[in-house]
């Protein structure tokens, strides 16, 4: 495992053990999960699996204290797998505190990171915000907003700059250039800016996140109390990363045959999954006698982390797998059809609300 | 001398002649300040002694294509005899020029380097804005802003930093903290703001600073066609530094004993001035016979640089000097009591002026 995380890379440190000993983070277990006021697929599959300090933000929410959500997506394309992910964490979160979601469409990281200018940047945006409604966004209980158009933010990034050194970006990030160190800075004044005197001041802030985005969390609560003694230290948990479909690296848009983008044709899509990585046999017969390696396969976790919320049929579709009651080739055909019936009936939802997400971006 | 020059330090870079050699800055000469539409004080005297592309705004001016000016003071402080030559440079040029000036409060500057927050810089600027309105700007043809209040910049110096390297910057500005070079990369944003689309789009821009501000510059030059291949390079034309009383320094609020500030009482800067470098000799008797060593006095400075317009009454302040003619104490009372005569007079423009000022920085 490489020395730092690296929230720009496609790495899917597939080890999570390390990321606990080297860098700190802390265990979900079932107690704290317990502890939330409503669970989802991503918290009883232990697909949320990290945190730092949510147990300091679950205690301020029991004890009725102002609580808020943040985080934040580059509008660099449409939400694949893995964004959806990251959304759903967000809107659970926002649902079961009851929390004011500040939702950062972060142009100014998809800029430095992707070299995309803020025009292209704001149309994805919409795309984006589109999906986080389908998805269930409550968009009345939201602040949503754009880097570029932002001054709170890039000031607080600008006085964060001020408080640490290269010295710590180097460490936290490894060497990587001036634009992205740049936008990590703002990415501070995104997490700080609801404990601003203009947001009711400093509270405990939860920011979902999947887990290659921890550096940034380290980031901004070194540089927290130094910007301001009574800030709140923010609180962040953390979701597995989501494969690509040859299960190589972590899902991205850069490889478009191996991403599964929400604005997919759904003919497509049963083509990607046709060529996905699974865990099948070498034969036929050993299919049937060993059954599939199941802890192996994208395609299990295409039901497992996304499209079988019943535990029980979850239950069901591993069995059949790993006492080799089924062939990849059928069990594909399966998974591509339940994905399909998603994207037809997600895809004709957010069509619907495309008018209401321009209007929240371009009001 | 170095191999910096430091825009954040006080050093006088005395022997001028290396900036020429090492750094590329080009020589004004009286050919090229006699194409000038006027003349002032500090052009005639060689005070503006240095610039860039000077020659190639005067061409696009003489040929009548748009151009402009574009400058900026920190609002750390009141003005002294430093920043006064800085504003009477912008002012001469927004004149000779007929040019709309640009004029940049630079207060996450003030901060990254002075740690000031921004309510602080906000007084400051009001102050600051009175005394160039006091010194002659045409508030009518300007652009007045705050660098934390405007988004434009912050997002261009977000696009820098994508464009150069952290080597660039420790080139050109020796190892600086983060939060330094994150305020002269906004200070690119400043500096090419002009050329933007919003603003009729690419021209000539001439940035009139003090000469230990060429690297940002420098930085702009080397960013510009970067982030649009259509911008002009920027011009810039250099003062020299001012010096400190005790002539040890350039001039710097950071010593208030040998700083002279606009807003100082009179009669404070009288003694201050009792307390200047001279150029005098050990006894009377030499003083009269070899006369005043001129080059070493700050006090022939401040007529030189500052409280003497008139060039043949300069002339015989130096005659009297250099002949033996008068004491260094009593010199230093005529200066004194012209540097008094200006405040006064100055204090009393600039009080009807502050209501105005505080309406251009609220508005």
């Known amino acids: 495992m490489s020395e730092h995380i690296n929230p720009w890379g496609n790495d899917l440190y597939g080890d999570y053990s390390q990321l606990f000993s080297e860098f700190g983070l802390q265990h979900v277990d079932s107690k704290l999960a317990s502890r939330l ?41 449409d939400f694949h797998l893995g964004s959806k992910l990251t959304a759903e964490q967000i809107i659970f979160a926002q ?12 142009d100014l990281e998809a800029f430095a990171d992707n070299g995309q200018d803020f025009e292209a940047s704001h149309e994805y945006a919409v795309q984006n915000v589109a999906d986080l409604l389908a998805l269930g966004m409550d968009e009345k209980n939201a602040f949503i907003y754009k880097q570029s158009e932002n001054k709170t933010v890039s000031n607080l990034g600008f006085i964060a700059a001020r408080k640490t050194t290269l010295a710590t970006l180097d ?16 990415q501070c004044g995104d997490i700080l800016q609801p404990q601003l005197k203009e947001f009711d001041g400093p509270k405990n802030v939860l920011v979902p996140v999947g887990v290659d985005q921890d550096p940034h969390i380290r980031l901004c609560r070194d540089v927290a109390q130094k910007i301001d003694p009574k800030f709140v230290l923010p609180s962040a948990t953390y979701q597995r990363l989501f494969r690509s479909l040859d299960g190589t690296t972590k899902m991205s848009k850069r490889d478009p045959m191996n991403v599964i983008s929400l604005n997919d044709d759904p003919e497509l899509v049963k083509k990607k999954v046709m060529r996905a990585l699974t865990g099948g046999r070498a034969t036929a017969e050993e299919q049937k006698r060993l059954g599939g390696e199941i802890e192996k396969c ?7 982390f996304h499209f079988e919320d019943d535990d029980e049929a979850l239950k069901k579709f591993q069995h059949r797998c790993t006492s080799g009651g089924i062939s990849c080739g059928d069990c594909k055909k399966d998974v591509a059809g339940k994905i399909e019936a998603y994207l037809k009936d997600f895809q004709a939802r957010k069509k619907k609300l495309l008018p209401k997400a321009r209007k929240i971006i371009e009001k």
């Not at 991503?42 to 029991?62: M, N, Q, S, T, Y």
């Not at 994208?298 to 497992?304: C, G, I, P, S, T």
Request: a positive charge; hydrophobic letters at 45%.
């Open 171 to 186: 460490a936290l990030y490894g060497h990587q250039n001036l634009g992205l160190y740049t936008a990590a800075l703002v």
């Open 95 to 106: 649902k079961a505190f009851q929390s004011k979601l500040y939702y950062c469409i972060a």
């Open 37 to 77: 006021p409503m669970t989802n697929r991503l918290w009883k599959r232990g697909i949320i699996f990290a945190h730092r300090d949510f147990d300091k933000f679950l205690e301020a929410f029991e004890k009725g204290k102002p609580v808020a959500v943040m985080s934040g997506i580059k509008p660099s394309g």
């Open 298 to 304: 994208v395609v299990h976790e295409l039901m497992f």
